[in-house]
């Protein structure tokens, strides 16, 4: 009998941690800094890919995500070596997709190219805005200008480009996001993440809004209204919504994000990566030291870059997965979790599907049209939170 990953597959998950700058909306774990060893740093990847590799040997590989931080700041050299250590490490899928992140300011045709001759067969660029004025309010060192002619040499070289872009900005209105979101989604090849702007702790965002200076956010209604008009556009153009924040032409969504979103299983490998593992028939959550130096020094040292590994019971499975699998237009299968029809979700369910938020039809539990703009609360409610 299948084990329950094999739902959403294998995957992993490459976290490269240092950026030019530090956005000011960004609690990603980033760092500047003035010099990067890389060499120091391919050899703790390989030393984590093999100590992985050992633990889920013969399992098919459906995706590698390089991740950050800005990943196309790796020499290209090293993805090379990097990624023959996976084909090296696990059988791979016929289909499967290698990701890297770029930024517009570190985008060279050469490295591409580099990057492309070592296997990385997608692209997603962190374009975020097409206008000088808010890219400036939103910390990123490209203007419009390079981003698109970024996109253009990543196109060139690669099938598949993905870019991310995001709305509800500070004195943005429903007329200028369906513009710009218009000019997207005409340069669009296969995919967009287009994301609500949100205010996190501890980033620099955070603390002037803490603070009463940051002006000019739309409010709820009108953040609402650009999320309405995001699907419009985005469903006209043939970029359908598979997930809150994700748009897709059909058979184009992330495989790599698929993983996650199915609760399938996946290796996270660098500062501050996260893992859920299934071995020997539980499933753990797995977790790296955030700081790079510590991570690298520990890799070293030990040979073992994780700083835990707990084992999780059914109560946060359960939890888990529909966290990660309600967020797809899909929805979630609840017959992997027959917890799901006791008592307290059930009626749980029954409550929603009456109020027109969720559907539940033939095992399958999923968000309506008015239920997915307001996941979280449908979330809470369902569990009972």
């Known amino acids: 009998m299948p084990e329950d990953w094999e739902h959403g597959g294998f995957g992993l998950y490459i976290h490269w941690p240092f950026c030019q700058a530090k956005c000011p909306y960004c609690d990603f774990n980033s ?17 984590e890919i093999t100590r992985i590799g050992a633990d889920t040997e013969g399992r098919v590989l459906r995706s590698v995500f390089f991740g950050g931080g800005t990943p196309s700041m790796m020499d290209p050299d090293i993805v090379d070596a990097i990624l023959a250590k996976v084909r090296a490490t696990w059988p791979i899928a016929n289909d499967i997709e290698i990701t890297l992140e770029a930024n517009p300011t570190s985008v060279e045709a050469g490295r591409f190219a580099g990057y492309r001759d070592a296997g990385v067969n997608r692209v997603s660029m962190g374009i975020q805005a097409l206008n000088d004025v808010d890219l400036k309010a939103l910390g990123r060192l490209h203007t419009a200008a390079e981003a ?4 253009d040499v990543a196109r060139d070289v690669f099938n598949r480009v993905s870019f991310d872009l995001i709305y509800a900005r500070q004195g943005q209105s429903l007329a200028d996001w369906s513009s710009e979101l218009s000019q997207a989604v005409s340069l669009a090849v296969d995919h967009l993440s287009l994301y609500q702007l949100t205010i996190e702790d ?6 002037r809004y803490a603070a009463g200076r940051l002006r000019g956010l739309p409010d709820d209604d009108a953040a609402a209204d650009m999320y309405a008009a995001t699907q419009d556009i985005c469903g006209d153009a043939g970029l359908l919504g598979y997930e809150v924040s994700n748009h897709a032409r059909p058979g184009c969504e992330s495989i790599h994000n698929k993983i996650y979103w199915k609760y399938g299983d996946y290796a996270g490998i660098g500062p501050g990566a996260h893992g859920r593992l299934t071995l020997g028939g539980h499933r753990y959550a797995t977790e790296a030291p955030r700081a790079p130096a510590v991570w690298l020094s520990q890799v070293h040292k030990t ?8 084992r999780l019971d059914r109560a946060d499975q359960v939890v888990e ?4 699998g309600m ?3 899909e929805g979630v299968k609840i017959d992997r979790f027959p917890e799901l029809m006791n008592n307290k979700y059930y009626n749980n369910i029954n409550i929603l599907v009456d109020s027109k938020l969720i559907e539940y039809q033939d095992g399958t ?3 309506t049209d008015r239920g ?5 609360a449908v979330l809470r409610e369902m569990l009972d939170v």
């Open 327 to 329: 967020r797809l237009r």
């Open 365 to 367: 539990v999923q968000a």
């Open 31 to 47: 760092h500047v800094v003035a010099q990067i060893d890389q060499k120091a740093w391919e050899a703790a990847y390989l030393s």
């Open 321 to 324: 997965f529909l966290l990660m």
């Open 148 to 151: 698109t002619q970024a996109f």
């Open 202 to 207: 501890g980033t620099a965002f955070g603390d």
């Open 372 to 376: 997915l703009p307001i996941l979280n």
């Open 303 to 310: 040979g073992n870059g994780d700083s835990c590994r707990e």
